[in-house]
């Protein structure tokens, strides 16, 4: 399934600028997994346990936190939207 991560300004000079990567993916957690090899950098600026990153972070797919559907195992389909949020001055 082809969905699209968006990124906040504060990792795209991680994932060579991109405001949006396009991405294969049928869960959270293996279009993370895609993202991290795709844009190795990236991962390092991420909490280690996206499921509960912690305050001021979030992982929303088309605009609904993780949290409330199945985590890092939420499904994905055609189109889907997921956002990666990052506390401001964090980085």
Known sequence: MSIIVILPNALRPYAAY???????????????TKLFERYPD?????????????PGYGLYRNGKDIRTLEGLDTPLQDDDRLTIIVPKGDL
Request: proline share 7%.
């Open 18 to 32: 991109n405001e949006r990567v396009f991405l294969e993916a049928a869960t959270v957690d293996d279009a993370l």
């Open 42 to 54: 990236l991962d390092r600026q991420l909490p280690d346990d996206l499921a509960y990153p912690g």
